[in-house]
Protein backbone atom coordinates (compact mmCIF):
# COMPACT_ATOMS: atom_id res chain seq x y z
CA UNK A 1 0.00 0.00 0.00
CA UNK A 2 1.41 3.71 -0.73
CA UNK A 3 2.66 5.59 1.93
CA UNK A 4 -0.25 8.16 1.04
CA UNK A 5 -3.25 5.71 0.55
CA UNK A 6 -4.31 6.18 4.35
CA UNK A 7 -3.22 9.81 4.13
CA UNK A 8 -5.64 11.16 2.05
CA UNK A 9 -8.90 9.78 3.80
CA UNK A 10 -7.40 10.53 7.62
CA UNK A 11 -6.82 14.05 6.18
CA UNK A 12 -10.86 14.22 4.82
CA UNK A 13 -12.00 13.34 8.29
CA UNK A 14 -10.04 15.83 9.92
CA UNK A 15 -11.55 18.45 7.77
CA UNK A 16 -14.92 16.99 7.92
CA UNK A 17 -14.44 17.30 11.83
CA UNK A 18 -12.85 20.28 11.78
CA UNK A 19 -15.77 21.65 9.69
CA UNK A 20 -18.37 19.89 12.63
CA UNK A 21 -16.86 22.27 15.08
CA UNK A 22 -16.46 25.08 13.18
CA UNK A 23 -19.90 25.56 11.04
CA UNK A 24 -22.07 26.71 13.85
CA UNK A 25 -19.67 29.37 14.90
CA UNK A 26 -19.37 30.72 11.34
CA UNK A 27 -21.58 33.73 12.06
CA UNK A 28 -21.57 37.75 12.26
CA UNK A 29 -23.84 36.66 15.34
CA UNK A 30 -22.41 35.97 18.23
CA UNK A 31 -22.67 32.29 18.90
CA UNK A 32 -24.84 30.42 21.23
CA UNK A 33 -25.13 27.16 22.42
CA UNK A 34 -28.60 26.87 23.33
CA UNK A 35 -30.12 26.29 27.13
CA UNK A 36 -30.35 23.34 28.82
CA UNK A 37 -32.72 23.15 31.48
CA UNK A 38 -32.86 20.92 34.27
CA UNK A 39 -34.77 21.06 38.15
CA UNK A 40 -34.94 19.57 41.32
CA UNK A 41 -37.52 19.35 44.30
CA UNK A 42 -37.55 22.16 47.10
CA UNK A 43 -36.42 20.61 49.96
CA UNK A 44 -38.74 21.26 53.20
CA UNK A 45 -37.75 24.91 54.47
CA UNK A 46 -37.51 25.54 58.19
CA UNK A 47 -38.13 28.99 60.23
CA UNK A 48 -35.32 31.11 60.86
CA UNK A 49 -33.71 31.34 64.09
CA UNK A 50 -35.33 35.00 65.92
CA UNK A 51 -31.35 36.59 65.92
CA UNK A 52 -31.50 35.36 61.40
CA UNK A 53 -34.83 36.55 61.05
CA UNK A 54 -34.19 40.03 62.81
CA UNK A 55 -30.80 40.32 60.40
CA UNK A 56 -33.19 39.18 57.59
CA UNK A 57 -35.69 41.96 57.84
CA UNK A 58 -33.12 44.35 57.69
CA UNK A 59 -32.71 43.33 54.02
CA UNK A 60 -36.24 44.20 52.23
CA UNK A 61 -37.37 47.01 51.39
CA UNK A 62 -40.13 49.24 53.64
CA UNK A 63 -43.63 47.66 53.62
CA UNK A 64 -42.21 44.08 52.34
CA UNK A 65 -42.82 41.10 54.60
CA UNK A 66 -39.43 39.90 55.95
CA UNK A 67 -38.08 36.36 55.36
CA UNK A 68 -38.87 33.96 58.00
CA UNK A 69 -38.30 30.87 56.44
CA UNK A 70 -35.52 29.13 55.03
CA UNK A 71 -34.67 26.05 52.62
CA UNK A 72 -31.35 24.16 53.19
CA UNK A 73 -28.87 24.59 50.69
CA UNK A 74 -29.35 23.06 47.42
CA UNK A 75 -26.89 20.83 45.02
CA UNK A 76 -28.46 21.58 41.52
CA UNK A 77 -27.75 18.94 38.94
CA UNK A 78 -25.12 20.47 36.63
CA UNK A 79 -23.92 23.88 36.77
CA UNK A 80 -26.70 26.85 35.75
CA UNK A 81 -26.73 30.29 35.30
CA UNK A 82 -30.52 30.97 35.66
CA UNK A 83 -32.64 29.86 38.70
CA UNK A 84 -35.99 30.45 40.35
CA UNK A 85 -39.09 28.75 42.33
CA UNK A 86 -41.00 27.24 38.85
CA UNK A 87 -44.84 28.83 38.97
CA UNK A 88 -43.99 31.10 42.17
CA UNK A 89 -45.13 34.67 41.99
CA UNK A 90 -44.86 35.89 44.97
CA UNK A 91 -41.56 37.85 45.78
CA UNK A 92 -38.98 35.51 47.53
CA UNK A 93 -35.25 35.51 48.00
CA UNK A 94 -32.26 33.31 46.31
CA UNK A 95 -28.17 33.19 46.80
CA UNK A 96 -26.25 30.82 45.04
CA UNK A 97 -22.34 29.83 44.99
CA UNK A 98 -19.90 27.75 42.87
CA UNK A 99 -17.98 24.80 43.89
CA UNK A 100 -18.84 25.75 47.42
CA UNK A 101 -17.46 29.19 48.06
CA UNK A 102 -19.00 32.39 49.09
CA UNK A 103 -22.67 32.70 48.95
CA UNK A 104 -24.05 35.44 46.87
CA UNK A 105 -26.26 38.35 48.00
CA UNK A 106 -29.57 37.58 48.30
CA UNK A 107 -31.83 38.21 45.31
CA UNK A 108 -35.49 38.99 45.38
CA UNK A 109 -37.73 36.69 42.55
CA UNK A 110 -40.95 37.81 42.06
CA UNK A 111 -43.18 37.71 39.00
CA UNK A 112 -42.14 34.50 38.28
CA UNK A 113 -38.98 35.73 36.88
CA UNK A 114 -36.04 33.74 37.71
CA UNK A 115 -32.61 35.50 39.12
CA UNK A 116 -29.04 35.53 36.96
CA UNK A 117 -26.17 33.72 38.68
CA UNK A 118 -23.49 33.88 35.83
CA UNK A 119 -22.53 30.32 36.77
CA UNK A 120 -23.45 28.11 40.02
CA UNK A 121 -24.02 25.03 41.34
CA UNK A 122 -25.51 25.54 44.17
CA UNK A 123 -28.57 27.29 45.84
CA UNK A 124 -30.49 27.98 49.02
CA UNK A 125 -34.22 29.74 48.81
CA UNK A 126 -35.82 32.03 52.15
CA UNK A 127 -39.37 34.21 52.51
CA UNK A 128 -41.89 35.50 54.32
CA UNK A 129 -43.96 31.88 53.38
CA UNK A 130 -42.59 28.43 54.01
CA UNK A 131 -41.38 28.05 50.02
CA UNK A 132 -42.63 24.86 48.32
CA UNK A 133 -42.45 23.56 44.63
CA UNK A 134 -39.16 23.13 42.03
CA UNK A 135 -36.58 24.86 41.60
CA UNK A 136 -35.92 25.19 37.99
CA UNK A 137 -32.66 25.99 36.72
CA UNK A 138 -31.46 26.82 33.12
CA UNK A 139 -27.69 26.88 31.60
CA UNK A 140 -27.04 29.30 28.91
CA UNK A 141 -23.00 29.18 28.70
CA UNK A 142 -22.55 25.53 27.55
CA UNK A 143 -20.95 24.38 30.56
CA UNK A 144 -23.64 21.98 31.76
CA UNK A 145 -22.79 18.34 30.52
CA UNK A 146 -19.50 16.61 30.08
CA UNK A 147 -15.86 17.75 29.54
CA UNK A 148 -16.48 17.09 25.71
CA UNK A 149 -19.68 19.16 25.53
CA UNK A 150 -18.03 22.49 26.92
CA UNK A 151 -14.24 21.74 25.10
CA UNK A 152 -16.46 22.03 22.19
CA UNK A 153 -18.78 25.42 22.97
CA UNK A 154 -15.49 26.81 23.97
CA UNK A 155 -13.84 25.98 21.36
CA UNK A 156 -16.51 27.31 18.98
CA UNK A 157 -16.88 30.10 21.07
CA UNK A 158 -13.54 31.89 20.24
CA UNK A 159 -14.16 30.63 16.12
CA UNK A 160 -17.32 32.65 16.22
CA UNK A 161 -15.55 35.66 18.01
CA UNK A 162 -12.59 35.59 15.31
CA UNK A 163 -14.72 35.01 12.75
CA UNK A 164 -16.45 38.26 13.91
CA UNK A 165 -13.75 40.18 14.17
CA UNK A 166 -12.65 39.46 10.71
CA UNK A 167 -15.61 39.67 8.67
CA UNK A 168 -17.76 42.57 10.55
CA UNK A 169 -17.64 46.02 9.37
CA UNK A 170 -19.42 49.05 10.32
CA UNK A 171 -22.60 49.72 9.03
CA UNK A 172 -24.29 53.09 8.84
CA UNK A 173 -27.39 53.65 10.43
CA UNK A 174 -29.91 56.83 9.35
CA UNK A 175 -31.06 58.76 12.30
CA UNK A 176 -34.82 57.02 12.98
CA UNK A 177 -37.25 57.13 16.24
CA UNK A 178 -36.81 52.93 16.40
CA UNK A 179 -34.25 51.95 18.34
CA UNK A 180 -32.18 48.94 17.01
CA UNK A 181 -33.64 45.71 18.41
CA UNK A 182 -32.11 42.74 19.14
CA UNK A 183 -34.56 39.73 17.16
CA UNK A 184 -35.67 36.89 18.83
CA UNK A 185 -33.45 34.67 16.49
CA UNK A 186 -30.32 37.06 17.76
CA UNK A 187 -31.04 36.22 21.15
CA UNK A 188 -31.60 32.10 20.81
CA UNK A 189 -35.26 31.91 20.41
CA UNK A 190 -34.98 30.26 16.99
CA UNK A 191 -32.09 27.86 18.31
CA UNK A 192 -33.32 23.87 16.78
CA UNK A 193 -31.64 22.65 19.80
CA UNK A 194 -32.20 24.74 23.82
CA UNK A 195 -34.11 27.88 21.86
CA UNK A 196 -37.52 28.92 22.84
CA UNK A 197 -40.39 28.71 20.88
CA UNK A 198 -43.64 29.94 21.95
CA UNK A 199 -46.11 27.09 23.22
CA UNK A 200 -48.96 28.67 20.80
CA UNK A 201 -49.69 31.77 18.21
CA UNK A 202 -49.98 34.99 19.62
CA UNK A 203 -52.42 36.58 21.33
CA UNK A 204 -53.88 40.05 20.25
CA UNK A 205 -55.67 42.65 22.51
CA UNK A 206 -55.51 46.39 23.26
CA UNK A 207 -52.63 48.51 24.44
CA UNK A 208 -54.00 51.92 26.03
CA UNK A 209 -50.56 51.96 28.54
CA UNK A 210 -46.81 50.62 29.06
CA UNK A 211 -45.93 48.68 32.14
CA UNK A 212 -41.96 49.34 33.20
CA UNK A 213 -40.66 46.27 35.05
CA UNK A 214 -36.83 45.30 36.22
CA UNK A 215 -36.21 41.67 35.77
CA UNK A 216 -34.47 41.19 39.30
CA UNK A 217 -31.93 40.28 38.05
CA UNK A 218 -28.19 40.61 39.48
CA UNK A 219 -26.58 43.71 38.27
CA UNK A 220 -23.46 42.71 37.31
CA UNK A 221 -23.74 40.67 33.63
CA UNK A 222 -21.24 41.60 30.27
CA UNK A 223 -22.95 42.80 27.03
CA UNK A 224 -22.10 39.47 25.83
CA UNK A 225 -24.13 37.74 28.61
CA UNK A 226 -27.71 39.53 27.95
CA UNK A 227 -28.43 37.81 25.02
CA UNK A 228 -28.29 34.89 27.12
CA UNK A 229 -29.96 35.83 30.06
CA UNK A 230 -32.72 36.52 27.60
CA UNK A 231 -33.07 33.42 26.85
CA UNK A 232 -32.97 32.10 30.04
CA UNK A 233 -35.49 34.23 31.35
CA UNK A 234 -37.80 33.09 27.92
CA UNK A 235 -37.08 29.28 28.80
CA UNK A 236 -37.80 29.55 32.62
CA UNK A 237 -41.11 31.31 31.91
CA UNK A 238 -41.84 28.68 29.02
CA UNK A 239 -41.04 25.35 30.53
CA UNK A 240 -40.74 26.42 34.50
CA UNK A 241 -44.13 28.66 34.83
CA UNK A 242 -45.96 26.72 32.17
CA UNK A 243 -46.53 30.08 29.78
CA UNK A 244 -47.34 30.55 26.63
CA UNK A 245 -43.64 32.57 25.53
CA UNK A 246 -41.41 35.23 27.32
CA UNK A 247 -43.82 37.60 29.97
CA UNK A 248 -42.31 41.04 28.35
CA UNK A 249 -43.03 42.41 25.20
CA UNK A 250 -39.88 44.31 25.33
CA UNK A 251 -36.26 44.16 27.45
CA UNK A 252 -33.57 46.44 27.75
CA UNK A 253 -30.01 45.54 29.19
CA UNK A 254 -28.08 48.02 31.42
CA UNK A 255 -26.12 48.76 28.28
CA UNK A 256 -29.04 49.90 26.39
CA UNK A 257 -29.84 47.14 23.71
CA UNK A 258 -33.37 46.23 23.15
CA UNK A 259 -34.59 42.72 22.85
CA UNK A 260 -37.46 41.73 20.98
CA UNK A 261 -39.64 39.59 23.79
CA UNK A 262 -42.45 37.86 23.19
CA UNK A 263 -43.66 36.62 19.59
CA UNK A 264 -46.05 38.27 17.37
CA UNK A 265 -44.36 41.63 16.37
CA UNK A 266 -43.33 44.71 18.20
CA UNK A 267 -45.66 46.58 16.23
CA UNK A 268 -48.54 44.62 17.24
CA UNK A 269 -50.65 44.40 20.40
CA UNK A 270 -49.40 41.46 21.60
CA UNK A 271 -50.89 39.75 24.93
CA UNK A 272 -48.15 39.45 26.93
CA UNK A 273 -47.44 38.17 30.60
CA UNK A 274 -46.62 41.72 32.25
CA UNK A 275 -49.44 42.79 34.68
CA UNK A 276 -52.34 40.00 35.97
CA UNK A 277 -55.33 41.33 35.12
CA UNK A 278 -53.81 43.43 32.74
CA UNK A 279 -52.16 41.75 30.06
CA UNK A 280 -54.84 42.28 27.04
CA UNK A 281 -54.69 46.07 28.04
CA UNK A 282 -51.20 46.71 27.66
CA UNK A 283 -47.60 46.47 26.59
CA UNK A 284 -44.13 46.20 28.37
CA UNK A 285 -41.10 46.36 28.46
CA UNK A 286 -38.37 45.35 31.48
CA UNK A 287 -35.01 46.32 32.33
CA UNK A 288 -32.32 43.45 32.70
CA UNK A 289 -31.16 44.19 36.34
CA UNK A 290 -32.08 44.79 39.87
CA UNK A 291 -33.08 48.43 40.91
CA UNK A 292 -34.68 47.69 44.15
CA UNK A 293 -31.71 49.61 45.39
CA UNK A 294 -30.01 50.40 42.32
CA UNK A 295 -30.98 53.10 39.60
CA UNK A 296 -31.16 52.29 35.90
CA UNK A 297 -28.00 53.13 34.06
CA UNK A 298 -27.90 56.07 31.52
CA UNK A 299 -28.12 53.82 28.46
CA UNK A 300 -30.51 51.85 29.58
CA UNK A 301 -32.99 55.08 30.09
CA UNK A 302 -31.82 56.40 26.54
CA UNK A 303 -33.00 53.00 25.48
CA UNK A 304 -36.34 52.89 27.29
CA UNK A 305 -37.06 56.64 26.28
CA UNK A 306 -36.38 55.90 22.36
CA UNK A 307 -38.17 52.73 22.61
CA UNK A 308 -41.53 53.89 24.22
CA UNK A 309 -41.89 56.70 21.75
CA UNK A 310 -41.40 54.40 18.99
CA UNK A 311 -43.99 52.33 20.45
CA UNK A 312 -46.12 54.32 21.81
CA UNK A 313 -46.42 56.47 18.14
CA UNK A 314 -46.92 53.66 16.23
CA UNK A 315 -50.18 52.79 18.14
CA UNK A 316 -50.90 56.65 18.28
CA UNK A 317 -51.36 55.91 22.73
CA UNK A 318 -50.60 59.67 23.30
CA UNK A 319 -49.61 61.59 24.80
CA UNK A 320 -47.02 59.87 27.08
CA UNK A 321 -47.63 62.45 29.93
CA UNK A 322 -51.05 61.66 29.58
CA UNK A 323 -53.38 59.37 31.54
CA UNK A 324 -55.52 55.97 31.04
CA UNK A 325 -57.96 54.16 32.29
CA UNK A 326 -57.68 50.05 32.29
CA UNK A 327 -60.30 47.76 33.81
CA UNK A 328 -59.23 44.68 36.47
CA UNK A 329 -59.91 41.32 35.30
CA UNK A 330 -58.54 40.87 39.16
CA UNK A 331 -56.31 37.72 40.10
CA UNK A 332 -53.90 37.19 43.31
CA UNK A 333 -51.17 39.26 42.31
CA UNK A 334 -53.52 42.12 41.57
CA UNK A 335 -54.42 45.44 43.93
CA UNK A 336 -57.61 46.05 41.86
CA UNK A 337 -61.04 43.66 42.17
CA UNK A 338 -61.67 42.76 39.16
CA UNK A 339 -64.39 45.19 37.35
CA UNK A 340 -62.73 48.06 38.79
CA UNK A 341 -61.64 50.57 36.12
CA UNK A 342 -58.31 52.19 37.07
CA UNK A 343 -57.03 55.61 35.89
CA UNK A 344 -52.71 55.37 35.75
CA UNK A 345 -50.46 57.38 34.32
CA UNK A 346 -49.75 56.17 30.43
CA UNK A 347 -46.67 54.97 31.20
CA UNK A 348 -46.68 53.11 34.79
CA UNK A 349 -44.31 50.89 37.07
CA UNK A 350 -45.86 47.78 37.94
CA UNK A 351 -46.57 47.97 41.61
CA UNK A 352 -49.21 50.61 40.58
CA UNK A 353 -51.41 47.91 39.44
CA UNK A 354 -49.83 44.60 40.75
CA UNK A 355 -48.67 43.54 44.19
CA UNK A 356 -44.67 43.58 43.39
CA UNK A 357 -42.05 46.52 44.79
CA UNK A 358 -41.30 46.11 41.05
CA UNK A 359 -39.38 48.28 39.09
CA UNK A 360 -37.83 49.19 42.11
CA UNK A 361 -36.16 52.51 42.27
CA UNK A 362 -37.15 52.72 38.32
CA UNK A 363 -40.43 53.66 38.97
CA UNK A 364 -39.37 57.43 40.74
CA UNK A 365 -37.47 58.05 36.76
CA UNK A 366 -40.72 57.61 34.85
CA UNK A 367 -42.06 60.74 35.62
CA UNK A 368 -39.09 62.02 33.85
CA UNK A 369 -38.84 59.53 31.63
CA UNK A 370 -43.00 60.16 30.21
CA UNK A 371 -41.99 63.92 30.06
CA UNK A 372 -39.25 62.94 27.54
CA UNK A 373 -40.87 60.17 25.79
CA UNK A 374 -43.58 62.51 24.76
CA UNK A 375 -41.13 65.30 23.72
CA UNK A 376 -39.26 62.92 21.35
CA UNK A 377 -42.63 61.85 19.96
CA UNK A 378 -43.37 65.82 19.03
CA UNK A 379 -39.91 65.92 17.70
CA UNK A 380 -40.44 63.34 15.12
CA UNK A 381 -44.28 63.66 14.44
CA UNK A 382 -43.07 67.63 13.59
CA UNK A 383 -40.21 66.54 11.39
CA UNK A 384 -42.42 64.17 9.82
CA UNK A 385 -44.96 66.61 8.95
CA UNK A 386 -42.73 69.00 7.15
CA UNK A 387 -41.13 65.90 5.10
CA UNK A 388 -44.83 65.08 4.29
CA UNK A 389 -45.64 68.77 3.26
CA UNK A 390 -42.62 69.39 1.09
CA UNK A 391 -43.33 66.51 -0.81
CA UNK A 392 -46.72 67.62 -1.47
CA UNK A 393 -45.01 71.03 -2.55
CA UNK A 394 -43.00 69.37 -4.73
CA UNK A 395 -45.97 67.80 -6.07
CA UNK A 396 -47.55 70.96 -6.50
CA UNK A 397 -50.64 70.02 -3.82
CA UNK A 398 -51.02 72.05 -1.03
CA UNK A 399 -50.41 71.00 2.77
CA UNK A 400 -53.47 70.10 4.69
CA UNK A 401 -53.11 71.08 8.71
CA UNK A 402 -52.46 68.39 10.87
CA UNK A 403 -53.62 67.38 14.41
CA UNK A 404 -51.23 68.62 16.67
CA UNK A 405 -49.36 65.46 18.15
CA UNK A 406 -50.36 64.16 21.43
CA UNK A 407 -53.58 65.67 21.65
CA UNK A 408 -55.34 61.89 21.72
CA UNK A 409 -54.99 59.27 23.82
CA UNK A 410 -56.86 56.33 20.64
CA UNK A 411 -56.27 52.65 21.79
CA UNK A 412 -55.40 50.50 19.09
CA UNK A 413 -56.33 46.86 18.45
CA UNK A 414 -59.38 46.61 20.87
CA UNK A 415 -61.19 44.13 21.34
Not at 273 to 290: F, R, V
Not at 360 to 375: C, E, F, H, N, S
Request: net charge positive; with cysteine.
Amino acid sequence: MRPGALIAPAALLACAALAWVAAPALSLRPYMPGATDFKRGLPAAKRLPAAKARAAANHVEPGEPAPRWTSPSVEAPDRFDLVGVARELRPLQLRVRDHGGEWSDWVVQEDGTPIWAGGADEVQVRAAFQPRGTLYFVNVSGTAGGFADRLLNSARRSINSAFIAVASTPVAQALSPKPLVVKRASWGADLASGGCPPRGPAEYGGVNAAIVHHTVNANVYTPEEAPGIVLGICRFHVYGNGWNDIGYNALVDRYGTVYEGRAGGLKQPVVGAQAQGYNSQTTSIASIGDHTLEPVTPEATRSLVRYLSWRLAVGRITPATGTAQLTSAGGSENRYPAGTVVTVPRIVGHLTLGLTACPGTLDAQLPAIRTAVQKRIKRYAKSTGKRKCAKRKRKGKKCRPRRKPGSGGAQVGAR
